[in-house]
C-alpha cells in the first residue's frame, strides 16, 4: 500500500527556516509530491509540489531526493503565521491517481 | 475570486433529520471534490466531480448524497446520519480532476455534529 509518514510535530523559532521532512518509500517514477497545510479552522491550502528538481516559490522551497523516497519542505523564515499542521502527500498511479495523504507535522512557532 | 465557499459553517442535527452542505467556486473549476475529515487526520476523500459528473465514490454509505447542479455548485444531502459521522465536511476544487499535479482549492468546511 502507498504511503507518507511525517513527524507528528516539530518546534522552531520564529525568523529561523524550518525544514520539515516526508518519506514516501513507495512512490513511483510519475507520482508528483504535494505538500498542503491547514491552519487553525481552516481548510488545506496548496503550499508547493515538485516531480523530480528542486521546486522554490514565495512560500517555500521543496527539496526532492535524488531516489525520490523523500523530501524537505523549506520555510525560509518562519513567522508565527506558518503555525500550522503541514500535509505532505502524493499522487498515486496505483490508487487512480488520489492523493495519498500523511497524517500531517504540527509545526509550532516559538516567538 | 479564489475562493471556495461552504455554507454552513457550522450544523448540529439529529439523526433523523435532513440537511444539505452546500459548496460554491467561481474560477471555472471543472473538478470539484467533498472531503471528510476527523479531528487531528488528514482529509479522507468522498466524491469527484468531473464536468459535473460523478468520477469518484470512495465506497461512501448512501446516508451521503452529492449532487452537481452546474459547473460552480456542489451539494452534499444528509440523511440519518450517525454519531460517528461528526466531522469537519471539506469541499474543493481543481482545474482538472487531480491525476498529477493539479492545485486543490478548499473552503474552510462544515463542522457537522450528529447527535
Known amino acids: 500500500d502507498a504511503k507518507t509518514t511525517q513527524p507528528n510535530s516539530m518546534e522552531s523559532n520564529e525568523e529561523?527556516?524550518?525544514?520539515?521532512?516526508?518519506?514516501?518509500?513507495?512512490?513511483?517514477?510519475?507520482?508528483?509530491?504535494?505538500?498542503?497545510?491547514?491552519?487553525?479552522?481552516?481548510?488545506?491550502?496548496?503550499?508547493?509540489?515538485?516531480?523530480?528538481?528542486?521546486?522554490?516559490?514565495?512560500?517555500?522551497?521543496?527539496a526532492i531526493a535524488e531516489d525520490r523516497k523523500s523530501s524537505t519542505l523549506i520555510l525560509h523564515r518562519a513567522t508565527l503565521?506558518?503555525?500550522?499542521?503541514?500535509?505532505c502527500i502524493h499522487t498515486s498511479m496505483d490508487s487512480n491517481?488520489?492523493?495519498?495523504?500523511?497524517?500531517?507535522?504540527?509545526?509550532?512557532?516559538?516567538? | 475570486d479564489?475562493?471556495?465557499?461552504?455554507?454552513?459553517?457550522?450544523?448540529?442535527?439529529?439523526?433523523?433529520?435532513?440537511?444539505?452542505?452546500?459548496?460554491?467556486?467561481?474560477?471555472?473549476?471543472?473538478?470539484?471534490?467533498w472531503y471528510k475529515q476527523k479531528a487531528k487526520k488528514p482529509p479522507e476523500l468522498m466524491f469527484v466531480y468531473s464536468y459535473e459528473k460523478l468520477s469518484i465514490n470512495e465506497s461512501v454509505p448512501s446516508r451521503f448524497s452529492p449532487e452537481c447542479?452546474?459547473?460552480?455548485?456542489?451539494?452534499?444531502?444528509?440523511?440519518?446520519?450517525?454519531p460517528e459521522d461528526s466531522a469537519l465536511y471539506l469541499c474543493a476544487s481543481s482545474q482538472r480532476e487531480q491525476r498529477t499535479n493539479e492545485k486543490l482549492f478548499f473552503g474552510s468546511g462544515t463542522q457537522l455534529s450528529v447527535l
Open chain 1, 16 to 62: 529561523e527556516p524550518v525544514h520539515l521532512p516526508c518519506n514516501h518509500s513507495t512512490i513511483s517514477g510519475t507520482d508528483y509530491i504535494h505538500w498542503y497545510r491547514q491552519l487553525p479552522s481552516q481548510g488545506p491550502e496548496y503550499v508547493i509540489h515538485g516531480l523530480t528538481s528542486n521546486v522554490n516559490n514565495r512560500m517555500a522551497s521543496l
Open chain 1, 81 to 87: 503565521r506558518d503555525a500550522a499542521v503541514y500535509y
Open chain 1, 97 to 111: 491517481y488520489q492523493l495519498i495523504w500523511g497524517a500531517g507535522t504540527k509545526l509550532i512557532i516559538k516567538p
Open chain 2, 2 to 33: 479564489t475562493e471556495v465557499t461552504q455554507t454552513p459553517k457550522h450544523l448540529v442535527m439529529g439523526m433523523t433529520n435532513k440537511k444539505s452542505l452546500k459548496c460554491e467556486q467561481h474560477m471555472g473549476h471543472r473538478a470539484m471534490y
Open chain 2, 69 to 82: 447542479p452546474n459547473s460552480s455548485l456542489l451539494n452534499l444531502h444528509l440523511h440519518a446520519l450517525q
